[in-house]
């Protein structure tokens, strides 16, 4: 959910003396190559790696981190090309039944029946099915998350303004505009096109007011009033009490804003209170997805760590992806870099470690409820031929979404209206949706 402008690629070497347990065979050394989304998750993640190496000295790790727009391309064209760039990338629920049924990625559920220790049971049952494909795992969650409102109490309270644990839309909206200044926008609303960026957040928008992309025969929806009324009230609200250069803001620059109090409100993943710092850490208050015709309107999503079945280094990776997302690892990210950093969303064991429910308390069961409560097979009001929340699970989505956020966009800066986006994206849908009416 990061974005940076340039990729970082860091090499990770350990010098210590233990096995490879199963990673590299005999005395040889390999070398696993990571294509990771640039996030401060991942960023935890290197900080880390030296503990890996100290138990697996034959394997040295590269790890190359991405803007996830840029990792998205980039992965997608690997992998289709059975390149084998890569020995593992971090994908989401999107991508992983996709490539699952086009053979493109490793079946992990052989290699966790190897190990007993890793305990795919404890994995939370709804980012353990988003992970699946024909009941086996095909990626293993690094962290998961759905999508909440998280809002600083005391810049609220100022304006005598409370809001309840389940907020309608009209109740955010109203709030925001109330606190709205010169100096601190209302809310936060991503703007930056990209159907991961701007669609996420529009899209459960667009569920709860009735919405969807297409209808059950594949006839796009997208000119429908219920489809139009969520992105004149998505747009609206960021123009009268949105973040400035909105165009431009997604996960990174509004979690930044919020950080550095420059605004009240912020609606997006779950997973950004564990980056909250100073007041925004001490001051915050969060709430569920906000709502209006569907009450349960959180996304749900995980950033997971998949094998391209393009790999050569199998063992070594799986080695690498196990150590990444097991038990172990959410105690050493808690003991060497802070409770607050632990990945939350991938399982449950996770948030009956004290440590962890004193530093993510205000966060955590907002987190878990909101997780439980996102059904990808039913994302919205009305009947739909697709699975996603924020998304529809077709191959043709990553360029119909970015496409459709671009007209948006257009109207967040001003370019056209409403009515001229939702025109063209209603065209853009009905040619993908042809694809599928047989």
Known sequence: MATTAIGLIVALAGAACSGAGGGGGGGSSKTITIAAVDNPQMADLKNLVSDFQSKHSDITVKI??????????????????????YDLFTIGTYEVPLWAKKGWIENLSPYIAKDSSYDANDLIPGIRGALSYQNNLYA??????????????????????????????????????????????????????????????????????????????WNAQLNQPEFKAAVNFYINLIKTAGEPGAGNAGFTECLNA???????????ATVAASNFTGDAAKNSGYAFAPHVVKDWSGWLWAWALGMPSSSKKKDAAWNFADWATNKDYIKLVGQKLGWAHVPPGTRTSTYSIPEYQQAAGAFAQVTVDSIAHADVTKPTVQPVPYVGVQYVDIDEFQQLGDQVSQEFAKVIAGGQTVDQAIAKAQSLATAVGKKYQT
């Open 140 to 217: 293993v969650p690094f962290y998961g998350e759905s999508s909440m409102l998280m809002y600083r109490k005391d810049m609220l309270s100022a304006k005598g303004i409370t809001l309840p644990d389940h907020p309608t839309w009209d109740q955010v909206a109203a709030a925001a505009k109330a606190v709205n200044t010169s100096s601190v926008s209302g809310i936060c609303l991503r703007g930056l096109p990209g159907w991961g960026e701007q669609l996420a957040p529009l899209d459960t928008v667009v569920n709860t007011y009735g919405g969807r992309w297409f209808d059950e025969k």
């Open 64 to 85: 190359v981190t991405l803007p996830e727009d840029q990792l998205r391309q980039q992965v997608t064209q690997d992998v289709a090309a059975n390149s084998g760039r």
């Open 258 to 268: 919020y950080n550095n109090g420059k605004v009240a409100m912020w609606y997006d």
